[in-house]
């Protein structure tokens, strides 16, 4: 398995449990465990971003391209 691999896989498997975590805190009628996961996701999100930046660093991952002003104004519209 190469650098760039296991990367991409940290950052899927980030993705996947920061999604899990979030159904789960929309499902949760227990405060103190509701605060639990909102704790335990945050912690996610912080890590994957600190993933997120080394992998853009490295070429590992390239962002999509900022959105243009026609398609801000499209979407804007189709919300509002």
Known sequence: MTEK???NDVL???NGLIKLIEYSIEQSN???FRDTLITSRNSLENYQWQ???I???KGYYVPA???GQADIDQ???AIC
């Open 65 to 67: 391209a900022p959105a």
């Open 51 to 53: 993933i997120y930046l």
């Open 55 to 57: 992998a853009k660093e």
């Open 5 to 7: 691999i296991g990367v």
């Open 12 to 14: 899927s498997t980030l």
């Open 30 to 32: 227990d405060k103190n």
């Open 75 to 77: 979407v804007k519209s």
